[in-house]
């Protein structure tokens, strides 16, 4: 039985997908994070941030706790920060999807949304000079260890445990890139073969939670060593891998779930068999205010 909301995050099923691959000598596993409590992967980093900064001491009810996000991670640390009982604001562009706002609304955090043509990046901006000047303390998913200590702690080991130990690559989008530094970390230390796949946005290309950075804006907690091959994905093809895989597979995704699979099948191309796991990072309701599934 579990105790609290929280005890539901982890865990999350690992599918094998059926219609994708053609080759018999390759199999694709989904992990499918929208299963998670918030409904996405970022509920991990954000329980672990959290959690950790309390123990140390660091925050207390008393803090006031800013985060620039996207989404995924707004929502995670929305609910999380409810359940303990911490006031926090979240700030994202104001072309972010209005179910996303909506729900962290929800969970009791103040949203703020800032100029669509600065980006996460002109969030992230905004943040940081609150905490500079108005004595915030923001988490910063970008350069916290606490962000990919959470994947070395739960993803890398469920997907090893899943797996029977017979992983071959596990392919991941890359944002602030918490997900694939701590699960590489992980999967590197129980095999040197198993390879470690990036996903990144073609240029001109835009893909909510999968980010080429800017070099000042690059998350801290990257380290490239960590990462053996980085594979583009164009927004098309982000968007029409996300139809088929709720069409297909009956796996309701994002675009970002869709960058990564779409990743995941270009590999399987160049390879002749191997145990492929590709991160579903959230499910698709929160977008269907977007034009992703018309």
Known sequence: MSHSILDLIGNTPLIKATSLIDNPDIILYLKLEGHNPGGSVKDRAAYNMIKSALDRGDIDQNSKLIEATSGNTGIALAMIAGVFKLNIELVMPENSTKERVQTMRAYGAEVTLTPADVGIEGARDYAEAKVINDGYVMLNQFANDDNWKAHYKTTGPEIWRDTGGKITHFVSSMGTTGTIMG??????EQSKNVQIVGVQPTDESRIPGIRKWPKEYLPKIFNPSK???????????????????????????????????????????????????????????????SDLFL
């Open 227 to 289: 990462v053996d091959q980085v594979i583009e994905v164009s927004q098309e093809e982000a968007t029409e891998m996300a139809k088929r895989l709720a069409k297909e597979e009956g796996v309701f995704s994002g675009m970002s779930s869709g960058g990564s699979v779409t990743a995941a099948l270009k590999l399987a191309e160049t390879i002749d068999n191997g145990v492929l796991v590709a991160i579903i990072c959230d499910r698709g309701d929160r977008y269907l205010s």
């Open 183 to 188: 699960t590489s970390t992980y999967l590197k």
